[in-house]
């Protein structure tokens, strides 16, 4: 089954072919990086706008590498929430145009489904069940994946995501954007115990984050050491906020997987190509036993194909939309709402 997928949710505009939920044809994507880095991070109107511009553009493309066109395509998905709502409404929009035109079905995606679904791209044998940590610059979360349309929200964070508060930190040191992947290479240089950072937990809720205090506190020694007329080591700064964001990650994901009996662990989103997070995970279940399965680079950030990866499942339970098909900001992995 050959699935076309559409990806908007953000400021990447995707499109990819995938077969069979495990095999990439093709996968284009045209980001939006260069453009947003003058403001410091993304905006969503100008979001929008590209989008508009690009998606029947990446959309030929994809086609037109994958050798095919769309009497040869079985279905169109897309990522339909969560997302910035404009970005969203583009790639929805377009791919009813084109499930209407066709006839092909059309298969709504969940944008964090289909994150955890890139690892079924870098690993064939990869099946349900397995927790998942997925962290972006949107989300941290901890899932029980039972089956691949069947996912529970074991911990989530109550206020800032991972990858959000390594971009306001970063902006805060005054790292360029986007700020999380500088100061991942940053960190490479540094002390990571040069700073006293804390490593915040929720009560009560024992697999739950808090990054917010973690970034004010770094926020904080940066005004305290401005007004003193000091000099913060930013690699040093970079090094000690990494390790605080990724102990509290790594702390709360074992926790869950020893608690819970899992030995199969996977991570997944634009945070899993942390090298220290990488790194530390590989070491916490070498000495576990744990199996863990860790996304190829290229498709820990947003695209296409991983959507196409996710849509074959989701097909496969039904999971089919029709035309009143609408884009939907925020909504939990484990609700369905078409």
Do not use: W
């Not at 994946?145 to 800032?160: A, C, E, H, P, W």
């Not at 959000?164 to 500088?182: L, T």
């Not at 926790?255 to 990488?278: C, D, M, P």
């Amino acid at each position: 089954m050959k699935i076309l997928s559409i990806e908007s949710s953000c400021d990447e505009t995707a499109a990819a072919i995938v077969e069979d939920g495990r095999k990439v044809l093709s996968s284009v994507v045209a980001s939006q990086v260069e453009e947003h880095k003058i403001y410091g991070g993304v905006v969503p109107e100008i979001a929008s706008r590209r989008h508009i511009e690009a998606i029947s553009g990446v959309t030929r493309e994809a086609l037109n590498l994958a050798k095919a066109d769309l009497k040869n395509i079985d279905a169109i998905a897309v990522t339909y929430a969560p997302g910035l709502i404009g970005a969203l409404l583009v790639g929805v929009n377009f791919a009813k145009g084109l499930a209407l035109s066709t006839g092909l079905p059309l298969i709504p995606v969940h944008h964090l489904r289909s994150h955890i679904a890139a690892n079924y791209l870098s690993y064939k044998d990869l099946e349900p069940p397995f927790l998942c940590l997925v962290v972006s610059g949107g989300h941290s979360h901890i899932i029980e994946v039972k089956d691949y349309t069947d996912l529970k929200v074991i911990g989530k964070t109550r206020d800032d995501a991972a990858g959000e508060a390594f971009d306001k930190a970063a902006r805060s040191m005054g790292i360029p954007y986007p700020g999380g992947v500088h100061l991942d290479r940053l960190a490479e240089k540094g002390n990571p115990n040069a700073f006293k950072l804390p490593r915040p937990t929720v009560q009560g809720s024992e697999y739950d984050f808090s990054f917010s205090g973690l970034k004010t506190a770094v926020i904080n020694q940066i005004h305290n050491a401005s007004q003193k007329g000091e000099v913060i080591n930013v690699e040093d700064m970079s090094a000690s906020f990494r390790l605080a964001i990724v102990d509290c990650l790594v702390n709360n994901f074992v926790k869950a997987a020893i608690h819970l009996k899992y030995n199969k662990l996977v991570i997944a989103g634009g945070v899993s190509a942390n090298s220290l997070l990488r790194r530390r995970l590989q070491e916490e279940c070498k000495k576990r036993n744990f199996n863990l399965y860790l996304p190829e680079l290229s498709l820990c950030t947003d695209n296409a194909a991983m959507v196409g990866s996710q849509a074959y499942y989701e097909y496969q339970k039904n999971n089919i939309a029709d035309m009143s098909l609408n884009a939907v900001a925020t909504m939990s992995i484990d609700e369905l709402d078409k």
